[in-house]
């Protein structure tokens, strides 16, 4: 079974517009962490942010904002007032407390910001 | 501060030819691992080393190799390359143990593209 699930394959935005960014997973653990990475055309894996299984607080970090909900397993990710900049591949990964240091990534969201 | 530096950026391979990537951090982390990336599969992870001498399988071992004899490099090798491996290749790095895993990020190398024809 799919651990991460990232829905969408592509997303085509115009600038300015908001998106977000769903990621489902699966887990038996109490305790596991989830990340989101961002891979430009460049093609480097770009670290945006990391959430424990405890800490169910939304997390604003300038136009990025991170929902994370237990009861529905998942933790999208929201982008305000989208720029071109923001195009990219982006991945949701889990990390299980009993994987044996296994980051499990999802299949990642290509996001496009049209001018 | 380098990081995760792999070499080399690009390779062109001919089925069957052997190749090494080559995976160096200077970060001092114990865990080390490589990973695949294919088109609407993400990243999955190859093998790994959570310290010089020590070595295991990841999800999709078959058809590598890797060793680690020193906290530096980590070196993936391809015997006999196959067009399936035709792939980008990251290698991350980060501090062992589950709380220092979980609490640092994995730091990643830049990628390796690697083409077999």
């Known amino acids: 079974a799919q651990k991460v699930t990232q829905a969408q394959t592509e997303i085509s935005v115009v600038e300015k517009e908001d998106v977000t960014l769903d990621c489902v997973y699966e887990t038996r653990d109490t305790t596991y962490y989830l990340f989101w990475y961002k891979q430009p055309p460049s093609g480097e894996l770009v670290f945006l942010i990391r959430r424990n299984s405890f800490d169910e607080q939304n997390e604003i970090s300038g136009r990025y904002s991170w929902n994370f909900q237990k009861s529905t397993s998942s933790f999208n990710f929201t982008i305000t007032a989208s720029q071109v900049v923001d195009s990219a591949v982006y991945f949701c990964a889990l990390y299980e407390e009993t994987s044996g240091s296994r980051l499990t990534f999802g299949e990642g969201t290509q996001l496009t910001v049209n001018p | 501060n380098a990081g995760v530096t792999q070499t080399p950026k690009f390779h062109i391979l001919k089925t069957g030819q052997s190749m090494t990537l080559q995976c160096a951090q200077d970060m001092n982390h114990g865990y080390l691992s490589w990973y695949r990336q294919d088109p609407g599969m993400g990243l999955r992870r190859i093998h790994y080393?959570?310290?010089?001498?020590?070595?295991d399988k990841g999800e999709v071992p078959d058809g590598y190799n890797v060793s680690r004899s020193n906290t530096e490099d980590f070196p993936l090798r391809l015997e006999s390359a196959a067009p399936s491996q035709t792939s980008v290749y990251f290698c991350?790095?980060?501090?062992?143990?589950?709380?220092?895993?979980?609490?640092?990020?994995?730091?990643f190398g830049d990628g390796t593209r690697l083409s077999i024809l």
């Open positions: 080393s959570v310290a010089a001498g020590i070595t």
């Open positions: 991350a790095s980060s501090w062992s143990g589950t709380e220092e895993f979980s609490n640092q990020p994995q730091h």
